[in-house]
């Protein structure tokens, strides 16, 4: 099994410990965008606790990346997959962030 297609059951694994459905397609595409960010331990993590974390999700990856205007419906979306994951979970894993995003703002089309 190659290292992606660990990564890819791990995050499986943990949509199904939270009880989330996902789009695999999609998924797959949103963690092969993250590079090789996802095989280092500490960059493969978002902490939501961290508020310039948190700063560069939302420069780096939702306006940069994606393109959306700068706005509190961004902050309002992390917000919501920090929730989602929950505040004590402690694998946030950035593939999974980024694509909880995606769905949360209706980009999918990004990764189309």
Do not use: H, W
Not at 52 to 72: M, S, Y
């Amino acid at each position: 099994m190659s290292k992606f297609e660990e990564c890819m059951e791990t995050y499986k694994a943990e949509f199904y410990k939270l009880g989330i459905s996902y789009d695999l397609n999609l998924l797959t595409e949103v963690a092969k965008g993250c590079g090789p960010s996802i095989y280092n331990p500490d960059s493969s993590k978002i902490s939501s606790t961290d508020k310039a974390e948190l700063a560069r999700v939302k420069n780096n990856f939702l306006i940069k990346k994606l393109g959306i205007a700068d706005g509190a419906a961004l902050d309002d979306s992390i917000a919501g997959v920090v929730d989602q994951f929950g505040s004590s979970n402690r694998n946030k894993y950035r593939a999974m962030f980024y694509y909880l995003l995606v769905k949360k703002l209706g980009k999918e089309s990004f990764y189309a």
